[in-house]
């Protein structure tokens, strides 16, 4: 049984541009929370997608926007890339009826983002 | 104030020994809380959940003092695999849901 992937692992861009990560949820999962973590720093939450909708936001701008697609799988889209976004992204996967439930989501691995 | 506050260590200490973290919340409606461990380079795997005043998993505790509004976590017989950042998590009331609200972890090493 897979769990929650993600990739890329690791990205470099520059200020300006645009990235797209991937991350597809663990089996039976349904709803996919993106983070991002700063050196140092606990992770902080973006946003959420279940019925590939966006449900919950965080206090992040419209430049990071995300999808979800019917096989529950996720994007998250970072638009004029900063040198503040250089962090580890991180996605979470819950279960259907859980998602609200902060024990019951599994974390990926993390793409490492860094902004030249 | 921050929401979740954690004291970032480093924790050094040698295998065998007690310690504690200690965790301060500001949303006193949070019901719910959480202990993550977190490895180098690795993602956060939850360690505990704690609904009430404590909860015990082997020589982990976890306890909640809601007056005060903090949360620790009490590790005994430390293993050098103890080594790790250990998050403390805070799900606060967001439009009838919740969003998991972090500190910044507290760093633990123990050493031989």
């Known amino acids: 049984d897979a769990g929650v992937t993600q990739s890329p692992t690791h990205l470099i861009k520059t200020r300006g541009q645009q990235v797209t990560l991937r991350c597809s949820p663990k089996s039976g999962h349904d709803t996919v929370s993106w983070y991002q973590q700063a050196l140092g720093q606990g992770p902080q939450f973006i946003f959420q997608y279940y019925e590939e909708e966006e449900r919950q936001r965080g206090n992040f701008p419209d430049r990071f926007s995300g999808h979800q697609f019917p096989n529950y799988s996720s994007e998250l889209n970072v638009n004029a890339l900063l040198l503040g976004d250089s962090a580890l992204y991180l996605c979470?996967?819950?279960?259907?009826?859980?998602?609200?439930?902060?024990?019951?989501?599994?974390f990926g691995p993390g793409t490492r983002l860094t902004v030249l | 104030r921050k929401e979740v506050e954690q004291d970032p260590g480093p924790f050094n200490v040698p295998e065998g020994a007690t310690v504690a973290f200690n965790c301060t919340y500001s949303n006193s409606a949070s019901q719910s809380f959480f202990w993550y461990r977190q490895d180098c380079r690795k993602e956060p795997k939850l360690l505990m959940s704690v609904y009430s005043s404590g909860n015990e998993d082997g020589r982990f505790t976890a306890q909640l003092n809601r007056a005060s509004q903090y949360i620790s976590l009490l590790i005994r017989d430390s293993k050098l695999s103890d080594s790790a950042t250990y998050l403390c998590v805070v799900p606060g009331p967001s439009g009838g849901s919740y969003i998991p609200t972090f500190g910044r972890g507290t760093s633990l090493i123990v050493h031989p």
């Open positions: 979470a996967s819950s279960p259907p009826g859980l998602a609200g439930n902060t024990d019951t989501q599994y």
